[in-house]
């Protein structure tokens, strides 16, 4: 019983939780303010005690936010505090440990820069540079705009230098051109030279932008050299979207349709499609495939990729627009299913969606054919009947078939039956037999998806660039099961005088260790029965480096 109760009171005893602190930057001008964030590992941590900051600093106003993340071990939550400070006075400061609950953060160390001449003396300042961000905190993949900003007293020299962001696991993109103007700054003039930069970065976690340099010679013949402060920025995962599917962070989506709702053509005839979609805030390459490839009554096939990246003053647009050839294999009607793009609201902080419904063809049979000498022909049911009076010779005649020897006209009767019969069954075989080559041709995308790789050529209507894209629709949208089939299709096509059977032929032949641990991933799903969210971005991301390195250096499988 002594036990029992002691092992009740030690699981209720809370769990002991993880606090941290740190700051947007470490060295600021007097009279500036930052940002200080305060994270404890617990959904429902108590509110930290911010009286030791009242010293040194005043407390500009706090944020509360709750944030949550998704991995292999289930739903995570954790809670984070944003505390807007400004020093006091100038000097080295420290934000002493603060307590949340039970446990305290470490304490930290800025230095704050000020005029260390008297209040009548004017001070000469050569060069102040500064970087800026629009946030200290966003979502990977989503946009952030960084401003270099150089104030200076006297014309920059000839060979005057000002670095540019370089980022690991992040894209670095300049916006716009260089902006001069003039500005007062601790009552003297400056001229102003501002350098902007859209950063996307790749990677969650803590994202280091280091120093940014200004550099130029001095008339003594010394290099001068000017740094920024530098940034920490807070990369969040990907949100726990309502819907499985793309990862797209932006704020705003849209989804263009060239088709009409509903369509009519004839058997034989295709029709051209034009899906595009825009994104802002987000990089062309980001943006997911549109269309499927398959339908079990047309043959579809994707002519044309354009991607597409403009600068405005609010940031990036991209776009991408995919052009589509739809060509009907069975008459009657054929629906194209609906298109679903979902997406995170930036601004807004939660799941959307954009869509498309489905489209309806109208396919009809050709009721005429046009001949050789450019006269209409009769329909091709009418000739077929026309061409049947093949043994007229063989037809008694009316008095024949009236005289009395009924064994003789049974028997004719009984021919003549069985002949049409014959040469309907045969050209009812004709028929399955070209509608079969036809959509050999032309289904080849419905089979790989189904899986039917056997009956589908290496060389022909599917290839390489085809069963890529089939293999970035399933892993865009987290099927697991699907992407290994079309894994194994893609890799069928990229070494086509290999026998590969499974996935442990693909680890071998691409002799890469990340592509390996990533396909040991995908079976352990499929072998777990699926359970969880299973992401296939890392898994298509190294078969695209695969075929890069196929085409930039003429990959050979080892």
């Known amino acids: 019983m002594r036990t029992l109760l002691l092992t009740i009171l030690f699981c209720a005893l809370p769990a002991e939780a993880a606090v941290n602190a740190y700051l947007d930057r470490y060295t600021v001008a007097e009279g500036s303010s930052l940002r200080l964030t305060l994270e404890s590992d617990q959904q429902f941590a108590p509110q930290p005690d911010l009286s030791p900051l009242h010293a040194d600093f005043q407390v500009l106003g706090t944020k509360k936010m709750t944030i949550s993340s998704h991995s292999r071990?289930?739903?995570?939550a954790s809670t984070r505090w944003r505390v807007l400070l400004r020093p006091r006075r100038s000097g080295p400061l420290s934000i002493p440990a603060l307590l949340i609950g039970?446990?305290?953060?470490?304490?930290?160390?800025?230095?704050?820069?000020?005029?260390?001449?008297?209040?009548d003396t004017p001070v000469e300042i050569p060069a102040i540079l500064e970087a800026l961000p629009d946030t200290s905190e966003l979502y990977v993949d989503s946009q952030l705009l960084l401003t270099l900003r150089l104030w200076h007293r006297k014309p920059l020299p000839d060979d005057a230098t000002l670095s540019s962001p370089q980022l690991p696991n992040a894209t670095v993109k300049p916006f716009g051109n260089p902006i001069k103007r003039q500005m007062v700054r601790r009552g003297q003039a400056f001229h102003v030279l501002e350098k902007r930069y859209l950063i996307f970065p790749?990677?969650?976690?803590?994202?280091?932008?280091?120093?940014?340099?200004?550099?130029?010679?001095?008339?003594?013949g010394v290099l001068q050299e000017v740094k920024s402060a530098p940034l920490t920025i807070d990369v969040?995962?990907?949100?726990?979207?309502?819907?499985?599917?793309?990862?797209?962070?932006?704020s705003e989506v849209t989804l263009e349709d060239s088709l009409q709702q509903n369509s009519q053509l004839q058997m034989g005839e295709s029709l051209e499609r034009s899906l595009t979609i825009r994104a802002r805030g987000v990089t062309a390459k980001t943006l997911p495939a549109l269309s499927p490839l398959t339908n079990e009554l047309a043959r579809i096939e994707l002519l044309q990729v354009e991607l597409d990246e403009e600068m405005t003053s609010n940031?990036?647009?991209?776009?991408?627009?995919?052009?589509?050839?739809?060509?009907?294999?069975?008459?009657?009607?054929?629906?194209?299913?609906?298109?679903r793009i979902p997406w995170w609201h930036t601004r807004l902080d939660r799941s959307r969606q954009v869509e498309i419904g489905p489209r309806l063809l109208n396919v009809t049979s050709a009721s005429t054919a046009p001949s050789g000498d450019g006269e209409t022909a009769?329909?091709?049911?009418?000739?077929?009947?026309?061409?049947?009076?093949?043994?007229?010779?063989?037809?008694?005649?009316?008095?024949?078939?009236k005289s009395d020897e009924p064994s003789d006209s049974g028997n004719l009767l009984v021919w003549l039956l069985t002949a049409i019969s014959i040469i309907s069954a045969l050209g009812w075989l004709y028929t399955f037999h070209a509608l079969r080559t036809l959509k050999r041709a032309g289904g080849a995308e419905r089979r790989m998806m189904a899986g039917d790789y056997d009956s589908v050529p290496v060389e022909g209507a599917l290839d390489q660039d085809t069963a890529f894209q089939a293999l970035t629709l399933a892993c865009q949208q987290g099927d697991a099961l699907l992407a290994r089939e079309a894994l194994l299709a893609w890799a069928q096509r990229f070494w086509p005088?290999?026998?590969?059977?499974?996935?442990?032929?693909?680890?071998?032949?691409?002799?890469?260790?990340?592509?390996?641990?990533?396909?040991?991933?995908?079976?352990?799903h499929i072998y777990d029965d699926g359970d969880g969210y299973w992401q296939g971005d890392l898994l298509l991301q190294a078969v695209d480096t695969l075929r890069s390195l196929n085409q930039a250096d003429s990959y050979a499988p080892l």
């Not at 940031?315 to 009657?332: Q, V, Y």
């Not at 009769?378 to 078939?401: C, F, G, L, N, Y």
Request: proline share 10%; aromatic share 2%.
């Open 73 to 76: 071990d289930g739903k995570q």
């Open 102 to 119: 039970n446990e305290q953060t470490a304490p930290l160390q800025l230095t704050v820069e000020g005029d260390q001449a008297g209040p």
């Open 378 to 401: 009769e329909p091709m049911a009418t000739v077929t009947e026309k061409s049947q009076p093949m043994s007229t010779d063989a037809t008694p005649a009316p008095e024949d078939i």
């Open 236 to 250: 969040l995962p990907a949100a726990l979207q309502q819907q499985r599917g793309y990862w797209l962070p932006s």
């Open 497 to 524: 005088e290999l026998p590969i059977e499974n996935c442990a032929d693909i680890s071998q032949l691409a002799g890469s260790e990340t592509l390996n641990l990533l396909i040991l991933d995908l079976e352990q």
């Open 202 to 220: 790749h990677k969650a976690g803590v994202m280091q932008i280091p120093a940014q340099i200004y550099s130029a010679g001095s008339p003594t």
């Open 315 to 339: 940031g990036l647009i991209s776009s991408r627009i995919e052009r589509l050839r739809i060509t009907p294999t069975e008459r009657g009607e054929v629906t194209l299913k609906p298109i």
